[in-house]
């Protein structure tokens, strides 16, 4: 490709409580970030950027609140179990779990998700709409490809969060060829002698390595990688098994392993 990619970067971002974090110490704050840069050169950004501190804030505060709420609730035996356990030291309540910056790209789409009427941050729905019609305008314009990986967010309504599946079923529907990444260390299968050994192995693989550790756990904990998940198994079902490689070597199985995948529309 050379020094010019021949395809364009759009970054976009509608949550900024990871951005943000980057304020609140002293060491990230001396380091030069993409997403400050980008405040400082958007008139916009810089007139909602006080507004959008003070409802992170505030975010913050409910979080906290709604934790100490949910920690009084427990039954004493669980409190007991639960201070047994090593902790990590005690964040303040503007403190986010994580913290990031935006990724170097050509465009970026910046949505604050900030309520006007409520005040409150972390409304999603204008973004995914904004969304929803740039892929299709571009789609009618140009090639295009969606690619997803890890987990999806759960949504109790259709295109609540940019993280669940509803955009890449969006972009099935208008016909833009949608790729799931598997990018799960998983162990390797080894030979297999047909389709349904592959499978097989496969299952049991995931039961052992996957399914088995979260059903010990104490806490109800399901398993969120399903975007890896789905490729995964696509893999055992359709192609060599092995996640690790483009290549097909899968002719040397059973005529079944020729048949194509079915489309998601």
Request: with cysteine; hydrophobic share 35%; aromatic share 6%.
């Amino acid at each position: 490709w050379g020094s010019k990619l021949p395809f364009t970067i759009i970054n976009y971002c509608n949550i900024l409580a990871p951005l943000y974090e980057t304020e609140h110490d002293k060491a990230d704050s001396k380091i030069t970030c993409v997403w400050k840069d980008l405040r400082s050169k958007s008139a916009n950004w810089k007139a909602r950027d006080d507004a959008i501190k003070q409802a992170l804030k505030e975010l913050a505060q409910r979080q906290d609140d709604a934790k100490q709420a949910s920690d009084a609730e427990k039954p004493a035996e669980n409190k007991h179990q639960d201070a047994k356990l090593p902790h990590a030291p005690k964040q303040k309540p503007s403190a986010s779990p994580w913290k990031t910056d935006l990724v170097q790209g050509d465009y970026y789409i910046v949505v604050d998700g900030l309520d006007e009427t409520t005040e409150k941050i972390g409304v999603f729905a204008p973004m995914n709409g904004l969304l929803t019609e740039l892929e299709a305008a571009m789609h009618a314009e140009i090639p295009t490809i969606a690619i997803k990986t890890g987990a999806s967010m759960r949504c109790d309504s259709y295109g609540k969060n940019s993280s669940g599946l509803s955009g890449a079923l969006h972009c099935a529907n208008v016909g833009t060829s949608v790729i799931f990444l598997d990018a799960m260390v998983r162990k390797p299968l080894g030979d297999s002698k047909s389709r349904e050994e592959q499978v097989r192995m496969s299952k049991d693989l995931y039961d052992e390595s996957v399914r088995k550790p979260l059903m010990e756990r104490k806490d109800p904990t399901p398993d969120i990688n399903d975007v890896m998940n789905l490729a995964y198994f696509w893999e055992m079902l359709f192609k060599d098994g092995d996640t690790m490689t483009s290549d097909d070597n899968s002719t040397s199985l059973e005529a079944s392993s020729r048949r194509e995948g079915v489309p998601l529309h």
